[in-house]
């Protein structure tokens, strides 16, 4: 007979691996994060305020001499640091003296000139294609860009909202992810009331957590049960209604979707107006994209035919994780582009150590300095990213009917 220990149930072991993990997780988050716990964003060089908000360092710096706008922090030596509070401040002091530049400064999207608020759904069925990556990244970039930005983490890892600094089993208590705006019951909430204001300025969060997962559970029970034109919009149109009652105060949202075809995704695709499909250039990545699109387009016609509006400005598809030394991605990359055309995007998001090497302490590269890496690695990686977001950006700006493809300034450029 072994003397060895008999091993507890599983559902007990997992449970004790879960809160042994969770404990260590906030305990890391204490040393990184101290005294608050909670992330804050770097302040900006003045030459970087410059770049973001489209002027010269010079001008910046005359504006500040002559107490013209917000004054920034000086630091040692006389050196001038913009938070993107400040930087903000000063797109809208600029914005105010009207002129054909007021909206290069400020680019909020104007309502009376028929410019929508834009829904960009990330997507794929297959995880680890980037997609928490991609949506992170350019929800920052819209933002420090000088848009209105709200993010929606749908997926109930809640790995976007952990990028942003929440530890959802400890920072979350309950009805305070999207499902509670969206749910069937007499709890549902409004979404501003949800809505998390973030350590980027401009940019706000819906986080996500496990809770999520009962959108899966409660809405077949209630389609099933015959009431489901009762309580207020059909599944498939509850985030879009959402999303309408907090139009006004954003000019994009940007969806993290879940990596599997569920109620979720598909409700969010019926709020998109856009849509980014994130793709490994690996063949059985394309072969799951493939059944994942088969898939969508039949449950799509589905809800089309139920009365769901799918008129999107633009669809695309993002290489990601892409390595430009590797033959076999560079050849399926070129597949893609022959079978796909102009969907999918020019620029694709190469494989960086600077990005991964930043998510060891959940933060994404505009988030950290340039100073913390090898420099070469960053400013290929920075390139990338800029060369991605801009990319969208300006597919953005053309769903609003401006000319210009791109903005001078903006993002990290």
């Known amino acids: 007979?072994?003397?060895?220990?008999?091993?507890?149930?599983?559902?007990?072991?997992?449970a004790a691996d879960a809160a042994l993990l969770s404990e260590q997780l906030s305990m890391m988050r204490h040393r990184l994060f101290p005294p608050t716990s909670r992330?804050?964003?770097?302040?900006?060089t003045s030459g970087e305020a410059a770049r973001l908000i489209g002027v010269s360092d010079s001008y910046l710096r005359q504006l500040s001499i002559n107490g013209e706008g917000p004054q920034p922090e000086t630091g040692p030596g006389g050196r001038?640091?913009?938070?993107?509070?400040d930087i903000n401040a000063m797109r809208r002091f600029l914005a105010e003296g009207g002129g054909p530049k007021a909206r290069t400064y400020l680019p909020w999207r104007d309502p009376a000139a028929g410019e929508p608020l834009q829904v960009i759904a990330v997507t794929n069925f297959k995880g680890g294609s980037g997609k928490t990556t991609t949506s992170t990244h350019l929800a920052q970039y819209l933002a420090l860009a000088g848009y209105r930005v709200l993010a929606v983490d749908l997926d109930p890892q809640a790995s976007m909202s952990a990028l942003f600094g929440y530890q959802p089993e400890i920072d979350l208590s309950g009805n305070d992810t999207l499902y509670g705006a969206i749910r069937y019951d007499e709890e549902r909430r409004p979404l501003r009331d949800i809505i998390?204001?973030?350590?980027f300025d401009g940019l706000d969060l819906v986080p996500g957590n496990l809770e999520l997962q009962e959108f899966e559970h409660t809405t077949?029970?209630?389609?099933?049960?015959?009431?489901?034109?009762?309580?207020?919009?059909?599944?498939?149109?509850?985030?879009?209604?959402?999303?309408?009652?907090?139009?006004?105060d954003y000019d994009v949202v940007v969806l993290d979707c879940p990596p599997q075809l569920g109620y979720l995704t598909l409700s969010a695709?019926?709020?998109?107006?856009?849509?980014?499909?994130?793709?490994?250039?690996?063949?059985?990545?394309?072969?799951?994209?493939?059944?994942f699109l088969l898939m969508t387009s039949d449950l799509l016609a589905v809800v089309r035919e139920a009365g769901a509006r799918l008129d999107f400005s633009f669809?695309?598809?993002?290489?990601?994780?892409?390595?430009?030394?590797?033959?076999?991605?560079?050849?399926?990359?070129a597949f893609l582009r022959s079978q796909l055309g102009e969907r999918v995007l020019t620029a694709p998001m190469v494989k960086s150590t600077a990005i991964s090497d930043a998510g060891l302490t959940k933060?994404?590269?505009?988030e950290v300095g340039r100073e913390n890496f090898n420099r070469a690695t960053y400013d290929r990686a920075m390139e990338a990213l800029t060369a991605v977001n801009s990319e969208i950006e300006g597919l953005i700006r053309a769903g609003w009917g401006r000319s210009d493809r791109s903005r001078e300034g903006g993002g990290s450029r």
Do not use: W
Request: charged share 20%.
């Open 315 to 333: 669809m695309r598809y993002l290489v990601t994780r892409y390595e430009p030394n590797d033959g076999p991605q560079t050849q399926i990359t």
């Open 220 to 248: 077949p029970r209630h389609l099933t049960s015959g009431r489901d034109r009762e309580d207020g919009p059909l599944f498939f149109a509850r985030l879009q209604s959402a999303l309408g009652s907090v139009a006004d």
């Open 196 to 199: 998390q204001p973030t350590y």
């Open 39 to 44: 992330k804050t964003l770097r302040a900006f």
């Open 80 to 85: 001038r640091l913009y938070t993107l509070t």
């Open 363 to 366: 933060q994404t590269l505009y």
């Open 269 to 291: 695709l019926c709020a998109a107006t856009s849509v980014i499909v994130t793709v490994h250039p690996q063949m059985l990545d394309i072969a799951s994209m493939s059944q």
């Open 1 to 14: 007979m072994s003397d060895a220990s008999p091993l507890p149930p599983a559902d007990e072991q997992i």
